[in-house]
Nanobody, 120 residues
Framework: QVQLVESGGGLVQAGGSLRLLCNVSGTISSISSINVMGWYRQAPGQQRELVANMLMGGGNIQYSDSVRGRFTISRAKYKNALSLQMNELKPEDTGVYYC??????????WGQGTQVTVSS
């Protein structure tokens, strides 16, 4: 089992920045089986969408078109954490942001989400 806990959401004005953090915990075997880590978001009344993801080893980073050039996904300094640096935030970035990991056996785990609200 893998547990994911997000933090760092909040209210920010358009043009501002936020940094989200996802702490990953679990057994050594479960964490070592993680293949892909990423961030998703869900705006009110809309489907959950991919924001960015990457391989556990740090490669193959992908961004949605709407955030490319403004957001940066990375592994945090300590091993079992994932961050999302969000710059030049826009009101349309508002939503609940979820951390997700997927194992080599394609088992998916989700965090509880953190609210990001961007005011105009």
């Amino acid at each position: 089992q893998v547990q994911l806990v997000e933090s760092g959401g909040g209210l920010v004005q358009a043009g501002g920045s936020l940094r989200l953090l996802c702490n990953v915990s679990g057994t050594i075997s479960s964490i070592s089986s993680i293949n892909v880590m990423g961030w998703y978001r869900q705006a009110p009344g809309q489907q959950r969408e991919l924001v960015a993801n990457m391989l556990m080893g740090g490669g193959n980073i992908q961004y949605s078109d709407s955030v490319r050039g403004r957001f940066t996904i990375s592994r945090a300094k300590y091993k079992n954490a994932l961050s999302l640096q969000m710059n030049e935030l826009k009101p349309e970035d508002t939503g609940v942001y979820y951390c997700q990991v997927r194992t080599l056996r394609r088992v998916t785990y989700w965090g509880q989400g953190t609210q990001v609200t961007v005011s105009s």
